[in-house]
């Protein structure tokens, strides 16, 4: 087993090799990678060493100090978060070789093309068609949705159906689609703050190679759910100080304006405060438990009380703005690279927090998750079980 | 008859949000801690079942005795908070909160929170009064602090008066009074008295109270003997706040219960020919209220880790002062509601006076407004953290 001294050491050794000051970001990033030092918990040869996760931070800490650039994860979390554990546990050691190494420095960045247009909450009614041409390869036609980093993208984690004649969690498969595909046309999304950090993409027969399937013919609902675990897993991961979310603004605010403050607000204020103050400490207590190696349910249920509380306090703070609550900073369309909740001013985030509680799965269905699968009450009675996809009203 | 204020309100010292993240607490439990829990756990569920503690609440005799011996003598949770030199167990309030979190999820009637709690806790803070406080460490005798059970931390309480050597006046609302052996009374002279309930001009009568386990009475004070043993200022305040911190867990333990017998019962319950808790609309309550069940403990753990960080200054440290208010601020709401929702969603035998559920909705109630309503933590807070009123 890999311990913190081992780590500690090679990190050095690392530094030592390729000092930051006279390395290439590029470069010192591909050698971070290929030292076993970009995911420690990853196997060796795929950018780790086998060792526990949560030595991760060590490696961090030494690099950090060294001065040594990040692979700025924000810029490529879908990748990180999302295709990386998929393509590590599904993949084929070809896949794994080819895929992970430049995703996980950044050099391509990866999108999900998972939700539809008729398939939302529903995303296994999905009805984009994937059809076998040629023994070998895959054509995909359909119509892809909220896809942020789609502009960006050089891969996609896709999901297609690829048996219509069976109930629909069954003929869905799992696929890497090559974003430069002539076939692959991406539109920006304009949404209500006025800007499109998503896309709609379209695909018109795009051809995908067999080796860029990720799993069996039929299986795709089974590996999407590692990719949707591990969404999960890493919106609870968040590690906050406090005020360190959506309250910090308000409260900001609230010190340096003393001319807006009303008793009306003062309370409104102060119960929202604490309310942050406490999901801050549960999401702490999540993040214990984790590192402590006893994840419980709680997760399921952090970003649900994060959306509620970003909408309450947002829209509480475009109220305390009065006269300049009435302002908004910019409607330009623009495509920012960096999704940032509490970016910008505050209409902005009253209007971008109404996204919290539909994108990631919506609060509803949440809900019906923590009530089934933590609480262990009964399932929705479900009329789409037994029936061909091709079979369902739509 | 007087009333006096506590020698100060603790103010805002280094907690605000611009200071550095401090230490992080601990907010899970320890091995030692879930092991205490399940001796707590196997010694409740053997001698404090509902239908008991109900019949109970109905005798002359509210408290169950016999149970806080168990508890208290023959586990030595008494004295957890007290340190071995001075007769106690020399724990923390971490398992103080453990303890706490398994009687609110019995609603057992015994005085630990008033007794190992928050009349402890008043004495540790006192120079003198050793022996009482190792008596009560010891669970030979119970205590009681004589300050009403609504009172928040650093507010106003009512003193009696000391004159010639004895005390005079009268005190409603103080919890668990009816068990107590020694009552730890403020006076006006500014000091805190251990008062024998038994001696000569004392009396202590029972009022008629909306929690039927934990319920209140009114000390009498006619020439009463007396030994002061501290200040009363420091003391109350002291004992307060433990005692708001801890109850958090208290709270959290009849959510708990709530929560888990509403689901229970309605994954068994049937109507329209299906089970009433597959209906969505009765599964997202649910499923909401496990979500602040979860925020709560950890509030409470937050509360209980930070009391016990530094237990000699708990009564002025900024940062117990925080997580507590934090904790009271939203601990009684999630209790209330929980019980409340139990109720409703039992339908009409959560009606009855048969089965417990109003038992946890009483409990829940009165815990929202003892030792300070949320509002009153709100408050605060406004202080603590710098979000000062119009």
Redesign the interface.
Known sequence: MTDAAELRRRTQELLAAHPPATTARLDLLRARFDAGLAWVHYPEGLGGLGAPRSLQAVVDAGLEAAGAPDNDPRRIGIGLGMAAPTILQYGTEEQRRRFLRPLWTGEEVWCQLFSEPGAGSDLAALGTRAVRVDGDGWVVDGQKVWTSSAHAARWAILIARTDPDVPKHRGITYFVCDMTDPGVEVRPLRQITGEAEFNEVFLTGVRIPDSHRLGEVGDGWRVAQTTLNNERVAIGGMRLPREGGMIGPVARTWRERPELRTHDLHQRLLGLWVEAEVARLAGERLRQQLVAGQPGPEGAGMKLGFARLNQQISGLEVELLGAEGLLYDDWTMRRPELVDFTGREAGYRYLRSKGNSIEGGTSEVLLNIVAERVLGLPAEPRTDKDVAWKDLAR | MSTTSPTNSTSGTGAG?ASP?SA?????YSEEEEALRAAVRDLLTDHCDAARVISRTESDAPHDLSLWKALADGMGLAGLLVPEGRGGQGATHREAAVVLEELGRAVAPVPYLTSAVVATEALLACADGGEVLASLASARRIGALAVPLHTAPGAFFPAARAADGVLHGELTGIADADAADVLLVPADDGGLYAVEADAVGVTVTGQTSLDLTRPLARVVLDGAPGHRVGDAGPAVRRALRAGAGLLASEQLGLAEWSLAET?RY??DRRQFN??V??F?A???R???L??EV??????A??AADALAADPAAAGDDADAAVAVA?AQ??AGQVAVRAAEEALQLHGGIGMTWEHPVHLYLKRAKADSIAYGTAGAH??A??GL??????
């Open positions: 949000p993240v992080q607490p601990d907010l899970l689901v309605l994954k299906r089970p808790g597959g969505q009765l599964k997202h649910l499923a909401q496990w979500l979860v925020n709560l403990r950890a509030a753990r937050n934090v601020a939203y709100r408050e807070l406004a953290v710098d979000l000062q009123a119009p």
